[in-house]
């Protein structure tokens, strides 16, 4: 079986957003960047899945600008056989519009499982995955905690839902998108860094797909959010109760 | 124009994220129509016909939709608005919705606004991006305006309405390459951390899982919700399910106590929007401190007791 997973280049998560004075989005320039961590959870799976002999070739696949390739560089140094950066100097795409660019790529690669980040931590859309399964029209797993394959053709997936864990099975191919807890990504060693390097990806120009990718949803502005008026220090358990009871009133 | 909320509810009970979809709903026109799909599902029907801002009921009852499988879920949707005309369709951004609503758009060929916390006119929303810590004003040039909601931002609707309920015959039946295996669900006399008035928390600085115990005591005296830092849920304290942040739950209750929690950027984007937080910590640096109304610098193995007695 081979598997495709899909690679973001996001700010890292450790570093603090500013928003641009003129409200024409966030500061890039100059900025750490790093592959989405819910998608390292995906290439992490994938990897685990290589190892206990379920897949055998996975695929790491990038949108976005050259800078790109570090990310799906960062994914073959972790397990990945080979790469493809779908190549845009626009980095703002629509998700649908990565959708249909992810699923020209499945077209021709024809992977059995596709594992995705459940978001992406800078626009925090949650939408990929289902847009790609949707357009794929194959059964989704989302918010993946846990990834079994049966004796059959079928994987069952613990998905974290709000108010337990609730267990799917879906038949292969499918699309499966990661949740926090699904495993621990490894950090890559220096060797398969080194060997990462000879490793191939394929770049395509995005305007080589013929795809219609006109933007549906435009960003009038970004703004910071409103900031919370600052508290004061208590000194102790009886002045917090009172405070709450008299100035909160909740208590 | 004219808007559908897809329900999210149990067969027993509506969801309160229901209730603030309904409100958001309402913002775009007067025109708001519920779907409801499950299998047995009177009881929460009676429940949903009282909200008001509801025009109707739409009800589509087969056994294959007692489980919210998406798949199911969005053939049956898909197929209802092939007979009804809507302009927006909303659902709340519970883990239902996020599975969900990505395929009706998709279906639809349009772009879904996720996760939106405040409506400017009927194709402009804001959303929050970077975890919270910056907010997007976003325009939907698509026809159809296929949005999730983020419950938190909206205030439930009352339930003094009666609306009528109309049952829609189906023909589909279930996908075979997708099965509902079980449903584990977290048992507990607590209420749900998105839905709680009050909410403790605890952190790192409890140390341990038994030490808990410390928050339960409080938790029943205020009839609050337990939840947990990330850190206290990857050292194993408590279960996945109690996390509040950016990648666990985003709660907004009246009351956020957050106990022997630092205040990692990623925990304050699921809290900040709480109307009052409190925090106690021993570390008087700790960042959780610039977000707190009420802050309380002590040890928190002498201060919960205390707490708990004078309550």
Redesign the interface.
């Known amino acids: 079986m081979k598997a495709l997973v899909c690679v973001k280049r996001v700010i890292d998560y450790n570093v603090r957003i500013r928003v641009k004075s003129d409200r024409s989005g966030v500061e890039k320039d100059n900025v750490k960047m790093s592959m989405n961590p819910f998608d390292e959870i995906a290439v992490e799976e994938a990897v685990r899945l290589k190892e206990k002999g379920i897949i055998n070739e996975i695929i790491v696949l990038s949108i976005g600008s050259e800078s790109s390739q570090e990310t799906i560089r960062t994914g073959l140094a972790m397990g990945g056989d080979r790469g493809i950066l779908v190549q845009s100097s626009d980095e703002d795409i629509d998700p649908l519009n990565i959708g249909k660019i992810i699923k020209n790529v499945c077209d021709k690669e024809k992977p059995d499982l596709i594992i995705l980040g459940k978001q992406a931590i800078d626009d925090d859309c949650n939408q990929t995955g289902q847009i790609l399964a949707t357009l794929l029209k194959y059964p989704q797993a989302t918010f993946a905690s846990k990834v079994e394959k049966n004796s059959d053709n079928s994987l069952n997936v613990t998905r974290e839902v709000d108010g337990g864990l609730e267990t799917i099975r879906v038949n292969i191919p499918c699309v499966i998108t990661t949740d926090l807890r699904l495993n621990e990504p490894r950090y890559a060693s220096l060797p398969n860094i080194m060997k990462a390097k000879q490793k191939k990806i394929d770049v395509l120009d995005i305007n080589e797909l013929s795809l219609d990718l006109k933007k549906r949803v435009e960003i009038l502005e970004v703004c910071d959010p409103p900031e919370r008026k600052p508290g004061i220090v208590v000194p102790d358990v009886d002045s917090l109760i009172d405070k709450l009871k008299n100035e909160a009133k909740i208590l | 124009m004219k808007t559908l909320v897809i329900v999210e509810h149990n067969n027993d009970s509506i969801k309160q994220t229901t209730f603030s979809t309904i409100t958001a709903a309402s913002k775009i026109s007067g025109d708001v129509h519920a779907l409801v799909l499950g299998h047995n599902s009177n009881k929460a029907v009676g429940e949903l016909k009282k909200c008001n801002h509801l025009k109707k009921v739409y009800l589509v009852d087969r056994e294959d939709l007692s ?1 919210p ?3 199911n879920f ?1 053939d049956e949707i898909v197929n209802f608005l092939k007979d009804n005309d809507f302009t927006h369709i909303f659902t709340p951004s ?3 919705g ?6 009706i ?3 639809l ?7 939106i916390i405040n409506i400017i006119d009927d194709h ?1 929303f804001e ?16 026809s159809i305006k296929v949005v999730t909601v983020r419950s938190t931002c909206f205030e439930p609707c009352k339930l003094d309405s009666q609306v009528d309920v109309e049952n829609v015959s189906s023909k589909l039946s279930a ?12 048992k507990s006399d607590r209420p ?1 951390l ?1 839905s709680a008035k ?1 909410i403790i928390s605890g952190g790192r600085g409890l140390q341990n899982g038994e030490n808990f115990k410390l928050l339960e005591g409080i938790a029943d005296k ?1 009839g609050a919700a337990m939840g947990a830092s ?1 850190a206290a849920v990857d050292a194993g304290f408590v279960p ?2 109690w996390q509040v942040g ?4 985003i709660v907004a209750p ?2 956020y106590i957050a106990v022997g929690i630092s205040g990692a ?2 925990h304050i984007a699921g809290i ?1 929007d709480s ?4 925090c106690i910590n021993k570390d ?1 640096e700790a960042p959780i ?10 040890d928190l193995f002498e ?1 919960l007791p ?2 708990e007695n ?2």
């Open positions: 489980n499988i998406a798949e969005c519970s883990t239902f996020k599975n969900l609503s990505p395929k758009a998709t279906e060929d349009v772009q879904q606004v996720s996760d402009t959303r929050p991006i970077y975890a919270g810590n910056a907010i997007a004003k976003v325009k939907s040039n698509d996908n075979e390459v997708v099965g509902f295996v079980n449903y584990d669900e977290s749900e998105t009050i205020l990330r996945n399910d950016q990648t666990g739950k009246d009351l950027i990623q900040k109307k009052f937080i409190v008087e401190f610039k977000f707190s109304d009420f802050g309380l610098v002590a201060a205390m707490l004078k309550l």
